[in-house]
């Protein structure tokens, strides 16, 4: 009698090429994903920064206008004695203007009589500075002591950083400070000016209002162009009242 033999299941699993080529599909697949996940994180990132560094720059300009606003008060007009610009309590205003410098004196903290302190107050762009984040804009406030020169008598301030990552202005249209006279025609500053000569005094007379314009970037490259993020273009111009 004939006996059929048993049929066996030839294809009992997968084979090792097809697990092979199962493995290369998953891998090109998690790939993609990964990838995705990585230029997300990197975007975030830089979204994260701008943010961070328009915030800073909105901030700088209310201080700088709120800071102009207060340049030259108090004069000596609100006292009934007579007073000169040496004593403590009498602000000068602006006593230097540069394209990359401005100093004045004022009440920079409202105390809002006549007895008030008065500060000098300064605002420098450093090109070169040990800090990462500079090239920068910083601002310097401190008592005003009458017995020295406003212009030359602090040789020493301490400055605090506003806006980080300021684009050089050397070459550009718009230079850091620009000044006007009350028509609106641009007060020419040269290299810079101030109180300590005629002619330096006689033009800052003219300076009607201050426009400060900062071009900032980030630290961070963009993942898709490679090149450092251009943020913002901070720009604000404020009148001086006094």
């Known amino acids: ?22 493995i290369l599909v998953l891998t090109i697949i998690m790939g993609a994903v990964f990838a995705q996940v990585n230029n997300v994180q990197k975007k975030t990132k830089v979204e994260s ?9 909105r901030e ?13 008060y108090p004069t000596s007009k609100l006292f009934q004695t007579t007073t000169t610009a040496t ?6 205003g602006l006593v230097l203007a540069t394209p990359t410098e401005m100093r004045f004196e004022g009440d920079v903290y409202g105390d809002g009589n006549a007895n008030a302190t008065v500060y000098t107050v300064s605002y420098k762009y450093f090109a070169v500075d040990p800090d ?8 310097s406030v401190a008592p005003k002591d009458p017995a020295v020169n406003p212009v030359t008598g602090y040789p020493n301030p301490i400055y605090y950083t ?39 005094l006689s033009t800052i007379q003219l300076i009607d209002a201050i ?31 006094n």
């Open 211 to 241: 426009k400060v314009n900062l071009n900032t970037r980030s630290l961070q490259f963009d993942p898709h162009t490679g090149q450092r993020t251009v943020v913002s273009s901070i720009a604000a111009i404020a009148e001086l009242e």
């Open 132 to 139: 990462p984040n500079c090239p920068c804009v910083r601002r």
């Open 162 to 200: 506003e806006v980080q990552n300021v684009i050089d202005p050397t070459g550009m249209a718009q230079v850091i400070f620009t000044y006007f006279q009350a028509s609106g025609d641009p007060v020419d500053v040269g290299a810079g000016i101030n109180i300590n000569t005629p002619a330096g």
């Open 87 to 92: 004593t403590q309590s009498v602000a000068l």
């Open 1 to 22: 009698m004939n006996r059929s033999a048993p049929q066996r299941n030839r294809q009992a699993g997968f084979s090792l090429i097809e697990v092979m080529v199962s």
């Open 60 to 72: 700088f300009v209310d201080q700088f206008v709120r800071d102009i606003h207060m340049s030259g």
């Open 49 to 57: 920064l701008k943010l961070d560094l328009t915030q800073e720059g």
